[in-house]
């Protein structure tokens, strides 16, 4: 098997080549679903390289069966994170997992970016203590990626499931970071920001809510993004916003809500075609507009929630993920790494933050 480049510790810059540190155990599937994804990723990214984490003799065997071990390198780590681990227990004695392998394989410098299926709570616990947050960070974020009708063709939601608790300095940040994940990753280059509440007008939401979308609309400038105000959920997937700030509570509810809306539309559009002749004839002469909406709601396209805030990317998975979403995150990793995101948004991010203390510094933001 082949090993991962050299580099020295806690810096990315000494690879040369794409490199992602992939978590193979903790998903509801198991391995065998982390690598036939990763077979899928390959075909179609063969300069990539990866660092897979779990039993060495288990996924050697997977590995052989698709002809990848001479693609992939593994590093053995004999125990799992489990689902209902909770995260002070996966901090405390979580050395020996896959998880705590995958990370700490990124803090090394062997790779870019980690990926993993596991338990959402241990991974962001996990990170903050290997990877550590970013300068004035006080609360990361999970960012997911929205289908829309924007250009784009998404829109990124913050926070999606990492802590349920944000006040309002932390959806200043989430804005902030957001922004600067919109205009890194989907190059928009001044995005445009919404604060999710139960209506559009001033006097609605909690106390919390109205003192954020003040502190917003006062960094919009200085941290180049358009601030929209507060937006419905009605909006989310709309072009009237390109970042969606919320809690993660209600983010995380509005994302699983959305996915489980999209698996329904497809299951009973799927069963009516199905139904009798004449609508298994429509269904022919509609494939090809019938396939473009499959993939636009399909969840399992944009499977991938990055954590923002930390000094180096990790991505988390659905654990419920099939091949087809263990392929859509390794791409996601893939696109961030070359891009190089993970230091570009360690730096705009510590100055991002910095704007909700001293507004004047905005410039040092807009990138």
Not at 38 to 65: N, S
Not at 206 to 218: D, G, P, S, W
Request: proline content about 3%; hydrophobic content about 45%; charged content about 20%.
């Amino acid at each position: 098997m082949t090993t991962a480049a050299p580099a020295s510790a806690g810096t990315n810059a000494a690879l040369t080549d794409t490199v992602l540190s992939v978590d193979a155990m903790g998903g509801d599937n198991g391995p065998a679903t982390v690598v036939a994804g990763l077979a899928r990723f390959l075909g179609q990214r063969p300069d990539a390289k990866v660092i897979l984490h779990g039993p060495e003799a288990e996924l050697t065997a997977l590995l052989q069966k698709r002809n990848l071990t001479s693609k992939v390198t593994i590093h053995d780590a004999t125990e799992v994170v489990k689902m209902t681990d909770k995260p002070s227990h996966v901090v405390r004695n979580g050395k020996k997992t896959s998880m705590w392998s995958a990370i700490e394989a990124v803090r090394a410098g062997q790779a870019q970016v980690c990926v993993s299926c596991g338990n959402t709570g241990g991974l962001m616990a996990m990170s903050m203590l290997r990877l550590r947050k970013a300068d004035g960070v006080n609360r990361p974020a999970i960012a997911c990626l929205w289908p829309s009708f924007n250009k784009a063709g998404f829109n990124v939601m913050l926070d999606a499931g990492a802590d349920i608790r944000a006040d309002q300095d932390d959806l200043l940040a989430y804005a902030l970071m957001g922004s600067s994940y919109a205009r890194n990753g989907l190059e928009i280059k001044r995005p445009r920001v919404g604060l999710l509440n139960v209506g559009t007008e001033e006097h609605k939401g909690r106390a919390e809510l109205k003192v954020a979308h003040e502190l917003i609309a006062n960094a919009a400038d200085a941290g180049d993004f358009e601030y929209v105000g507060f937006i419905e959920g009605g909006d989310i997937p709309s072009n009237k916003v390109d970042v969606i700030v919320t809690d993660g509570f209600t983010g995380n509810v509005a994302l699983k809500t959305g996915e489980g809306t999209a698996n329904l539309i497809s299951t009973v559009l799927r069963t009516s075609l199905k139904s009798n002749l004449i609508s298994m004839v429509g269904a022919v002469f509609a494939r090809g507009a019938l396939d473009k909406l499959r993939r636009k709601v399909d969840p399992r396209r944009v499977n991938g929630g990055v954590f923002l805030g930390l000094n180096h990317t990790v991505i988390k998975s659905h654990g419920s993920a099939d091949e087809t979403g263990v392929e859509a995150a390794l791409n996601l990793a893939y696109t961030l790494a070359q891009a190089g995101f993970s230091d570009k948004l360690a730096a705009r991010v510590a100055s991002a933050v910095s704007l909700a203390q001293d507004t004047g510094d905005g410039n040092d933001a807009a990138s």
